[in-house]
């Protein structure tokens, strides 16, 4: 809804801007009448609900094709950036976490929280503009830009260039696949990772201290045992949720992740969407930010049971 | 896992990180994107930050989608590359204008070829001009303005004869209507075609820019063959298909286009031009030299970063980082003439009277354009890098210095332009801060509207604000992202009153200076001041009908000075544009037609020197 009256209100006349600001009158209204810009506002949300609903988006306003494939395109080079940030946000936020818990007090501990909170503080364009001076220009140890499919043929299967390269074995496209994720990776997994360590290292003061913890110590059990099954699986069900959430905020920082590594990702097209006003492919990506976070969050509940077994999918109680 | 353990492990991680930076940097023979000089120097990466609309030639309209189609589709006809008045043949081998300026009549080249070997002929560039006709997407006015798919007749091109007839063995109910002579575009044999003016919007009436339109991706051969096997011509609609793909008869073959990354070109293997003796060659049809050329789109920052490590050899920038650019070692950095800074956008502040009262009145206008400091706008804005103009006419175009003579960019005078207040009736203020006319009226805010996705535009509006705020005049800065007002300035409707007053622009659609002209007089655009005087209208008509020199400089002078002395629209600035790459790059031969990649038309002249 929210989407659907901003992007109304931004400009009352797209019609105008798809048909060319020279445009034939009759050409604007043609083009209008096709996309119910003429309709009142409650016909015009239920179109849209529609759309939402059926997966149904019709053609791109501005290239005239199915804003579907288009998506199809888009999307899987996004989930290939998000996926792979993933994996270093769960590995550096949940290492740094524990750390950091640990360690409470120490200057470790310092460290650590002035790095996440730096990074998760830092805005994306800068952020990103700064990994690509640093490590594309300075220290030019990665590419500034795209996804290394230029000058490599392949199939697409998945759409994920990597795993099409690894599945169809090209091996300097994997190699190139790999080798231009990784900046964009690490920088999107950067500066949205700081508040998983954060619970991390909550979790882990709140239940290091904790009477089951002073009990398993007490029955005679090893410190690494306590440590990785009373501590540390314990603290991992509230940084799972919040690992959920934070797949929802690597969405949001694509737009302007991909914007400055030239990622041909559903951020960019979004991006792209907003500045031209193109409602129809708004909704398809608003669409696909949506599905991407219940995903997120119905994993992170189907884990819940296998770190705690008080948990149970199912009936509640 | 102890702390030990997993303090190891998030030093393995990044180690293997700044191992995997190394490890996997693919070399040269694996990617065309990594550091450092192309491999074998055949091959050259430019960036730039905005991105094609579409490929299809027929679509386009956006400076980075034409750059790629003049690579891998060709027209009739296109400049020299000295000259943005003398045309050279490119599908054309020659061709005659009628005594009336009606009929244009072209002799196509033989041997002509799709880079899929399909030959060209005269039935499928009768097809390509009536495909861009029919789809009638956002660029087609600029064919449309004298040719359309009707005669008004009967006779009518719809899409569905597009998609029936043989172009490579037409039959005899095919030749009929392709060579039918009452129609905008004419077959007089396979090798011969003819455009007849006169129904377009433009009506019965000859253009003497009409070669200029003919220039544009608009009117480029498309093959009939792969526009089918890739969904048709459909009425009114876009190609989805191809707006992706491209094939052409260019010298470069699109190898890929990765929407939101990179446009990937590659030499076209069999490409026709190359089968000519060296002196039938001219800059518009050579074969290219480079074999790969890789465009990237990315933010500016990104650019200067690729720049610097050698990953670009050239970089698109606006002229705002001159400086920037200027002090990188091994890169050379030029500032063109200004005929492209005047491609590019000419700047001006339009005052719409029918949407605010006060600019009914000449004296306000003639205020306004006195209260303005032009030089510290392009002092501190464009760092100098930026001239003041007169309009309509741009810069560099052919008779901008005859429209213009006799006559000097406005000036600023702060003390005149609140003399001039005050006798329009309203309280104004001397520098020295002396009140005028304290019993007239206030002066009302206005709404000042501007491109907030345009650094310049933001910087010029805070000085214009501070300037007539000084005089009395207070302005509420509006700024809109570019395409929201783009939509405003383009609007014809009377009816706003939110947009009253702002910084407008106009880059060329073609390159000519009528293009501009028609703009600014004839369209009644909000964001040109809804300006619709009779006699400018008729002088425009003469000057686009003419092709008398002598005839086209009245009409155009008389225009300059109708609307310098009505004080219409505020011309205020046309930025500079420059050339960026690597030491060693040449055959760049800027020339502003389309304002492709900013500076120059053609891929296919550039080499390394050494």
């Known amino acids: 809804m929210i989407v659907f009256f901003i992007s109304h209100v931004l400009n009352p006349n797209p019609a105008l801007l798809w048909a060319g600001p020279k445009a034939r009158p009759e050409t604007v209204k043609a083009v209008a009448a096709a996309y119910h810009l003429n309709d009142p506002l409650p016909a015009q949300l239920y179109y849209y609900f529609q759309s939402l609903l059926t997966g149904n988006f019709g053609l791109d306003p501005q290239t005239g094709r199915p804003i579907l494939s288009e998506i199809m395109f888009y999307a899987p080079n996004t989930l290939e950036l998000v996926l792979a940030s993933m994996v270093i946000i769960i590995v550096l936020g949940i290492g740094l976490g524990y750390i950091s818990g640990m360690r409470f007090g120490t200057k470790i501990d310092s460290a650590i929280r002035i790095f996440y909170l730096t990074t998760w503080s830092t805005p994306y364009y800068f952020g990103a503009l700064v990994a690509v001076l640093v490590f594309s220009s300075y220290i030019p140890l990665f590419p500034s830009g795209g996804n290394g499919t230029v000058g490599f043929s392949y199939t697409s299967i998945t759409g994920v260039f990597v795993l099409d390269a690894l599945l169809q074995a090209k091996w300097p496209a994997l190699q190139s696949g790999l080798y231009h994720l990784i900046l964009p990776a690490t920088t999107l997994a950067l500066l949205s990772f700081g508040i998983v360590p954060r619970i991390m290292r909550s979790s882990i003061l709140d239940t290091r201290w904790s009477m089951h913890v002073k009990a398993a110590r007490a029955r005679g059990l090893q410190e690494g045992e306590v440590r990785q099954k009373h501590i540390l699986r314990n603290a991992l069900i509230d940084t799972t949720t919040v690992i959920a959430t934070t797949f929802g905020w690597l969405f949001s920082g694509t737009i302007i992740v991909e914007q400055v590594f030239a990622w041909p990702g559903i951020g960019q097209f979004s991006y792209t969407a907003i500045t031209s006003d193109n409602y129809p492919v708004l909704v398809a990506c608003v669409f696909v930010f949506t599905v991407g976070v219940i995903v997120a969050n119905f994993i992170a509940d189907i884990i819940y049971p296998l770190l705690d077994p008080r948990i149970t999918l199912g009936e509640g109680g | ?610």
């Open chain 2, 1 to 610: 896992m102890t702390i030990a353990v997993t303090l190891v492990i998030v030093i393995v991680v990044a180690g293997v990180a700044v191992y995997l930076g190394i490890g996997l940097r693919p070399n040269s023979s694996t990617s065309a994107t990594s550091s450092g000089s192309p491999n074998g120097r055949t091959s050259l990466v430019l960036e730039e930050e905005s991105q094609p609309d579409t490929l299809d030639p027929a679509v386009t309209y956006v400076t980075p989608g034409w750059e790629v189609v003049d690579q891998v589709y060709q027209g009739l006809v296109t400049y020299n590359g000295s000259s943005i008045t003398q045309f050279e043949g490119v599908l054309a081998q020659s061709w005659t204008i009628s005594s009336d300026g009606m009929n244009y009549t072209f002799v196509l080249r033989n041997g002509v070829t799709f880079s899929n070997g399909d030959p060209f002929n005269a039935y499928i560039m009768w097809y390509s001009i009536y495909r861009t006709l029919v789809m009638e997407q956002a660029p087609y006015w600029i064919l449309g303005q004298n040719l359309a798919p009707g005669n008004g007749a009967g006779f009518n091109v719809t899409d569905a004869m597009l998609n029936s007839i043989n172009y490579s063995a037409p039959s005899q109910a095919n030749l009929s209507v392709m060579e039918r002579s009452q129609q905008s575009v004419q077959v007089l044999n396979a090798s011969e075609i003819r455009f007849n003016l006169g129904y377009g919007s433009n009506g019965v009436a000859p253009y003497s820019e009409f070669l200029s339109t003919l220039e544009t991706p608009m009117a480029m051969a498309v093959d009939p063959a792969y526009v089918a096997s890739n969904g048709g011509v459909t009425a009114g609609r876009p190609n989805g298909a191809l707006t992706t793909k491209a094939m052409g008869t260019g010298f470069y073959e699109l190898q890929s286009w990765v929407p939101g990354q990179s446009v990937s070109l590659v030499k076209n293997p069999g490409y026709w031009g190359a089968k000519l003796p060296k002196s039938e060659l001219n800059n518009a049809i050579a074969p290219a030299i480079l074999n790969n050329i890789i465009i990237y789109y990315k933010p500016a920052a990104a650019s200067i970063a690729d720049l610097k490590s050698g990953a670009a050899q050239m970089i698109f920038l606006p002229v705002t980082f001159y400086n920037v650019t200027k002090g990188i070692s091994g890169v050379t950095t030029k500032v063109l003439s200004p005929a492209f800074g005047s491609a590019e956008a000419v700047s001006y502040v339009y005052m719409d009277p029918l949407a605010f009262e006060p600019f009914n009145n000449t004296l306000v206008r003639e205020a306004i354009a006195c209260g303005i400091d032009y030089q510290v706008i392009i002092k501190n804005v464009f760092a100098g890098l930026a001239i003041q103009w007169v309009g309509p006419v741009p810069p560099g175009f052919q008779y901008y210095n005859q429209s213009t003579t006799g006559l000097s960019p406005y000036q600023y005078n702060a003390t005149k332009a609140a003399e001039l207040l005050a006798q329009a009736g309203y309280v104004s203020h001397l520098p020295d801060g002396t009140k005028l006319n304290p019993s007239g009226k206030v002066f009302p805010s206005v709404n000042f509207l501007y491109d907030s996705d345009s650094q310049t535009d933001f910087e010029a509006a805070q000085i214009i604000e501070s300037n007539l705020g000084s005089i009395g005049i207070p302005l509420t800065l509006l700024p809109l992202p570019y395409r929201t007002y783009t939509g405003v300035i383009y609007s014809s409707s009377t009816s706003s009153t939110s947009y009253p007053m702002g910084i407008g622009f106009y880059s060329e659609d073609y390159t000519a200076s009528i293009d501009y002209v028609y703009y600014f007089t004839s369209d009644n655009y909000i964001g040109t001041s809804n300006y619709a005087d009779g006699n400018a209208i008729a002088w425009t008509l003469q000057a686009s009908t003419s092709f008398n020199n002598a005839t086209v400089i009245s009409s155009f002078t008389n225009i300059t000075k109708a609307m310098y002395d009505n004080y219409t629209d505020v011309w205020l600035y046309v930025a500079d544009m420059m050339t960026v790459q690597q030491n060693g790059i040449t055959g760049i031969i800027p020339n502003p037609a389309g304002s492709a990649a900013g500076y120059f038309l053609y891929f296919n002249t550039i080499d390394y020197s050494s």
